[in-house]
């Protein structure tokens, strides 16, 4: 069993299995995942080198010297917006007053 990565290099890592897995099958949710990984793999990036979460300014500065990582990142926000226009706000951490049926009779 394969734990959540704990650096950089380990995130980066799992970002190329996720493209490799996505070449090899050519499935829609492959595709997703490998690109939702590589975007976030700034994410972790930075946090290691910088001590802090990176911020929009940060990912803007990133992206102008690596357009591919800003074509995935963007290609990652639509699909986020498209999911949300399909579905609505989904209740990602739902309270427990919501999450257990009313049992009222």
Same mark, same amino acid.
């Given at each position: 069993m394969r734990t959540f990565p704990e650096t950089?290099?380990?995130?980066?890592? +799992?970002?190329?299995r996720a493209v490799d897995r996505f070449s090899l099958s050519q499935n829609i949710d492959d595709l997703f995942t490998a690109i939702l990984v590589t975007a976030h793999s700034f994410d972790f990036f930075h946090?290691?080198?910088?001590?802090r979460p990176a911020e929009e300014?940060?990912?803007q500065a990133f992206g102008i010297e690596n357009p591919d990582w800003?074509?995935?990142?963007? +290609?990652?926000n639509g699909g986020t917006r498209a999911r949300l226009t399909a579905v609505g706000d989904p209740n990602l951490c739902p309270s427990a007053e919501r999450a257990i049926p009313d049992r009222t009779v």
């Open positions: 950089a290099s380990e995130y980066i890592q +799992l970002a190329e946090r290691e080198n910088k001590g300014a940060d990912k800003k074509i995935i990142r963007q +290609l990652c």
